[in-house]
């Protein structure tokens, strides 16, 4: 969820408008990358004393919203504290990571009122249904610092694409990531079949295999003559330093063939694909 710089149809406390006057809403964030996940620490920093009752009285709440276009993860965390502390597993996030943060009405609120509303509402009969943002900051992109050894997965990033006649599937490799790109609205049915648990393996297996095999072939290859010049990518390095780490030698490399290593290098997403059939049908 990316705040947007719009007109609301009620006031919002933020810094790209007038709705309020000395009045401010910022928030800070700082991580630390564990074994098998990352710790996060919150620290709101609100300043207008009628925003803070309602977060008092529990007609309102802090809430942090991460989101991975990668590995479709999003999640909000809430507080009622202008601290907070909340850990994500590695495996569901990748290198980029975009934060936001707002202040969100929990409650329906009649009727209100603040001191330091801009004096166009001065005449404005105002209510919050609850779960409207009272408050925005627009946050950023975090890059986490990860082992160069990522899960292979983090290194894809499934992405939409708008041009008519779109490809049914396509690879892009000159990003930090692979970019897989799909047509608008079958991303749009994959990003909603992955909010469940048991399907999300499957649709990664399946739309993230052939890519990885196209990867591979670059990077196993090693194309000097390419002007491209992969290897400066991070995906590059994670695809290189996995197949070090399991021993591949160029000889064993041709042995076993792309489709194999793929396999291997994928090797959890494929154990949690598997585990993912047989809940559904075993």
Known sequence: ??????????????????????????????????????????????????IENLITTGQAI?????????SMYREAFSSNST??????????????????????????????KNDLLHEDYEESLIEFNKGTFIAVHQGGTLI??????????????????????APKYSVGLN????????????YNTIEELSRREEVNPLLISMYYLPALMEALII????????????????????????????N??????????LASISNMVLAEVFDKAIDSLSSIYL
């Not at 802090?62 to 990668?70: K, N, Y």
């Not at 597993?89 to 009727?111: C, G, H, P, W, Y």
């Not at 610092?145 to 008519?164: C, H, R, T, Y």
């Open 219 to 246: 990077v196993v290859e090693e194309d000097s003559k390419s002007e491209d010049h992969f290897e400066d990518f991070e995906w590059y390095k994670s695809l290189e330093l996995h197949l070090q780490r399991m």
């Open 83 to 112: 601290s907070s502390e909340f850990e994500v597993l590695n495996r569901k996030l990748s290198k980029q990571v975009d934060v936001t943060f707002m202040i969100v009405a929990v409650a329906e609120i009649e009727n209100y």
């Open 62 to 70: 802090f809430v942090t919203h991460l989101e991975c276009d990668s």
């Open 1 to 50: 969820m990316k705040i947007r710089q719009i007109s609301y149809p009620h006031p919002v406390l933020a810094s790209f408008n007038d709705d309020y006057t000395r009045s401010s809403f910022e928030a800070s964030i700082d991580y630390k990358i564990g074994e098998t996940s990352t710790a996060f620490k919150i620290a709101y920093d609100l300043k207008n004393t009628g």
């Open 175 to 186: 990003d930090d990531t692979i970019s897989i790109l799909l047509p608008r609205a079958t």
């Open 248 to 257: 591949l030698s160029d000889s064993k490399v041709e042995e076993l063939g």
């Open 144 to 165: 986490l610092e990860k082992d160069p050894l990522v899960p292979a997965k983090s290194i894809f990033n499934i992405i939409p694409s708008d041009e008519k006649d």
